[in-house]
């Protein structure tokens, strides 16, 4: 009724602006509490570590989860929802994220845009794919690798890293928890357990 959302075959978000304000509104209280800086996570060349960022976002999400999570309204997208505050907060310092919604399908594509200087300006392009995983892990991965590599190869990204949120609530952390790469059509793919 609000003219936020749009039917074109499936639900989207009705244009850029709202797919900018609605994931801000919906973390901003989230994101102002996290206290990550951006600076533990530049390269000395200026780049982001986008490894030890992901890296440090596994273990914040490992420890607190279970109770950011509850403070969506949207149960099932506060793990991606949470990936984005954290991620917002991170990129504040000089750099942007585009999104693109997979909605209703357990998914959303996220373009980390960071510009750094070395002899001339130049932007860093990574990809994030997020999925919930849903039956078996390697069935999830297998899947999250084609969409990753395919936004990779669409957005020009020079790195893909494919995050997968585990919300089985019997399965311990242990399993949850992974970082591995894996090689899909000539491109290396971090995969993410959480």
Request: proline share 4%.
């Amino acid at each position: 009724d609000l003219g936020l959302i749009a039917e074109r075959g499936q639900l989207v978000i009705a244009n850029p602006i709202y797919e900018e304000v609605i994931p801000r509104a919906l973390t901003y209280t989230t994101q102002v509490t996290i206290t990550h800086e951006t600076l533990w996570y530049v390269a000395p060349d200026g780049r982001l570590d986008m490894p030890k960022l992901l890296s440090a976002f596994q273990q914040f999400f490992r420890e607190h989860s279970e109770h950011w999570v509850e403070r969506f309204d949207y149960k099932e997208a506060g793990p991606q929802l949470l990936l984005q505050a954290f991620l917002q907060r991170i990129l504040n310092g000089g750099g942007r994220i585009e999104r693109e919604y997979g909605l209703g399908r357990g998914r959303t594509d996220l373009l980390v845009l960071w510009p750094y200087a070395t002899d001339a300006e130049q932007t860093q392009r990574v990809v994030i794919e997020t999925k919930l995983r849903h039956g078996a892990l390697e069935t999830t991965i297998d899947s999250g690798l084609a969409q990753t590599w395919a936004y990779m190869d669409r957005s020009g990204a020079e790195a893909g890293h494919l995050v997968i949120f585990d919300r089985t609530p019997q399965r311990p952390w242990e399993e949850k928890i992974f970082h591995r790469q894996h090689t899909y059509r000539d491109m290396v793919i971090n995969v993410w357990g959480m």
